[in-house]
């Protein structure tokens, strides 16, 4: 049973708009969530975290929302970019060692 | 530059025999994690070590040992490989702060035929 669900494996948004991946989680015993973003033949990267108290955390073109009476995370990138082309995993990190990743959702930016 | 490295790029094993994968940091991190990445399941957790020595059970350990004898070293070991291992494996490491991200290596295609 998976704990955190991206159910759009993949997303396709034309350069210059707004791309918006989605996330929902079951268990609200978490501390942070954290984005990362993977290439090809590459190891993932962090991109952007939110702790359990905010509900949006900003970082230049990333920007998270947490609503946590919903259960739900999303990831909103302004103005998408040709080089966000990627797979995004959500993920959350409890008070333990554990990270706990979504399935991914790939990303297409189109020029 | 922080680094997180793992020993082979690419892998090919033949059923029965055993696998070991290396995987090095140079940050002086005290948590390691081995993943396996497969297509729609994401990444799943199969062991991790908060700790020279220490391990413990991630959501997928059947089939899988770890060893860590030394801080900057987290080894996963396949006993006896099997075709359902056939996956990309992915090391990372993390400091030991609540929320810390993680870091890392390029992963290790497995194909066990």
């Known amino acids: 049973d998976q704990q955190v669900k991206q159910n759009s494996p993949s997303l396709s948004v034309q350069e210059g708009r707004i791309s918006i991946l989605n996330c929902d989680y079951t268990?609200?015993?978490?501390?942070?969530f954290l984005w990362y973003k993977k290439y090809p033949a590459e190891g993932p990267t962090f991109l952007i975290s939110?702790?359990?108290?905010?509900d949006k955390n900003e970082d230049g073109r990333f920007t998270v929302f947490l609503n946590k009476s919903a259960k739900h995370l999303s990831l909103h990138i302004v103005p998408s970019q040709p080089g966000d082309s990627a797979v995004y995993f959500c993920a959350y990190h409890t008070g333990g060692f554990k990270t706990i990743f979504g399935a991914g959702t790939r990303l297409f930016v189109k020029a | 530059d922080v680094k997180v490295t793992q020993s082979s790029r690419y892998l090919v094993k033949r059923t029965g025999e055993k696998v070991f994968l290396e995987c090095v940091q140079d940050m002086d991190h005290e948590n390691m994690f081995w993943y396996r990445q497969d297509p729609g399941l994401g990444l799943r957790l199969i062991y991790f070590?908060?700790?020279?020595?220490?391990?413990e059970k991630g959501d997928i350990p059947e089939g899988y040992s770890v060893s860590r004898e030394k801080k900057e070293r987290f080894s996963l070991i396949l006993e006896s490989a099997s075709t359902n291992q056939t996956s990309m494996y992915l090391c990372a490491s993390s400091a030991d702060r609540v929320g810390e991200k993680l870091f890392f290596g390029s992963g290790t295609q497995l194909s066990v035929l």
């Open positions: 070590s908060y700790d020279v020595k220490m391990k």
């Open positions: 268990n609200s015993m978490f501390d942070y």
């Open positions: 939110i702790s359990s108290i905010k």
